[in-house]
Structure formats: C-alpha cells, structure tokens
T-cell receptor, first 115, second 113 residues
Framework: AQKVTQAQTEISVVEKEDVTLDCVYE???????LFWYKQPPSGELVFLIR??????QNEISGRYSWNFQKSTSSFNFTITASQVVDSAVYFC????????????FGPGTSLSVIP | NAGVMQNPRHLVRRRGQEARLRCSPM?????VYWYRQLPEEGLKFMVY????????ESGMPKERFSAEFPKEGPSILRIQQVVRGDSAAYFC???????????FGPGTRLTVL
C-alpha cells in the first residue's frame, strides 16, 4: 500500500533561516510520482513540483529546493532564507501513475516563519 | 488569461439538500481534478475528468456524488442529499495536458447544517 509520512506536524523558524520539510513515502511501484503542494493561510492550494521516480536529480527553483533520495524513500523540501510569506501548510504527495489522479497526500507540515 | 474559477466560494446547505459546485478551467485546459479536504482526514483525490469523459472516479463516494465536465461550460461536482460529513473544502485543479503544472481554483467551502 502507498503511504506518505510527514513527521513534522508544525515547524517554526525565524525569518531568513533555512528550513527543511521532511517527506518519507512507501510504495511497491517502480514508477511513481512525487509532489509538493502549498496551502497558505488564505486556504488556496498551490502546486509546487512534480518529480518522477526515475529522476533523482535535485531540483532548485529560486529559494526552493527538493532532494529526492530513492535509497531512503524521501523527497525533502528545503526553503532557503525563509520569509513570512512562506508560512503555510505544505503537503507532500505520491502517485502511482503518470497522472495527478491516483495521488495520496501526506498529512501536511505547518510552517510558521516568524519575523 | 483568467485563472481557475470556482463558485460559489462558500455554500451553506441543510441536510438533505443538494449542493452544486462549479469549476471553470483556465482557457485551453481540458483536464479537471476534484479534491476534497475534510477537517480530520486531510486532502483526498475525488475524480478526474476530461471534456465529456470521466477518466477516474476512484476517489468519489459511490452514492450521492457525481461529476461532469460537459463540452461547453464548467465542470460540476454534485452532491445529493448532503449530510454533515460532507462539510469540507472542495478544490478543483486543471491541467493543460502539455505542461506538468496544475492550477488550482480557490476552493468551495461547503457547510452542511
């Protein structure tokens, strides 16, 4: 069975600190996709990234970076020089398919960035 | 190019009534996904549609829930005979089919009294 674990329920950091959000997944499939989503306090959902299981290269997008390690079944998300606007709940997700539909979400990590 | 639109943003229904949630994709987007966020259960996929076709409804409850995405007009998620347990935030997301980026609507918050 597929499962996504985000062990950190809540994290607080001071602005400009770096922060890493952990995501550990379980799947028996050899082909799968991993995702991160952001949900700010306003409540909307924002898609951040989709990564397939064959691509273990780290991804960097501005202050965001993702570290995919198949050996540890982890897909961690790092925010560098955090800002107050990064305060949100972040969801990691896993899909056994190429599409976005068979996706299993983790419980989310609530990040508070304190000015 | 307008973003994904959902309406209404807030919907209050009494038990037994029907709820209709609408999702208008971005121009050129032909894939629609519906998700539900329940207070204690987190985010869950419900249904995936393309124009006039339901591709995957494995996440949708078998009874009282239905979804459509007609050739013209928005995608509609319909909940018949609502119960208190249907109270949740319902999000739709769309995809163009040519990129990997999903775009979400602002969500509809359904409250069942």
């Amino acid at each position: 069975a597929q499962k996504v674990t985000q062990a950190q329920t809540e994290i607080s950091v001071v602005e400009k600190e770096d922060v890493t959000l952990d995501c550990v997944y379980e799947t028996r499939d050899t082909t799968y996709y991993l995702f991160w989503y952001k949900q700010p306090p306003s409540g909307e959902l924002v898609f951040l990234i989709r990564r397939n299981s064959f691509d273990e290269q780290n991804e960097i997008s501005g202050r965001y970076s993702w570290n995919f390690q198949k050996s540890t079944s982890s897909f961690n998300f790092t925010i560098t020089a955090s800002q107050v606007v990064d305060s949100a709940v972040y969801f990691c997700a896993l899909s056994e398919d190429t599409s976005y539909d068979k996706v299993i979400f983790g419980p989310g990590t609530s990040l508070s960035v304190i000015p | 190019n307008a973003g994904v639109m959902q309406n209404p943003r807030h919907l209050v229904r009494r038990r037994g009534q029907e709820a209709r949630l609408r999702c208008s994709p971005m121009k050129g987007h032909s894939h629609v996904y519906w998700y539900r966020q329940l207070p204690e259960e987190g985010l869950k996929f419900m249904v995936y549609l393309q124009k006039e076709n339901i591709i995957d409804e494995s996440g949708m409850p078998k009874e009282r829930f239905s979804a459509e995405f007609p050739k013209e007009g928005p995608s509609i998620l319909r909940i018949q005979q609502v119960v208190r347990g249907d109270s949740a935030a319902y999000f739709c997301a769309t995809l163009s089919g040519y990129t990997d980026t999903q775009y979400f609507g602002p969500g509809t918050r359904l409250t069942v009294l």
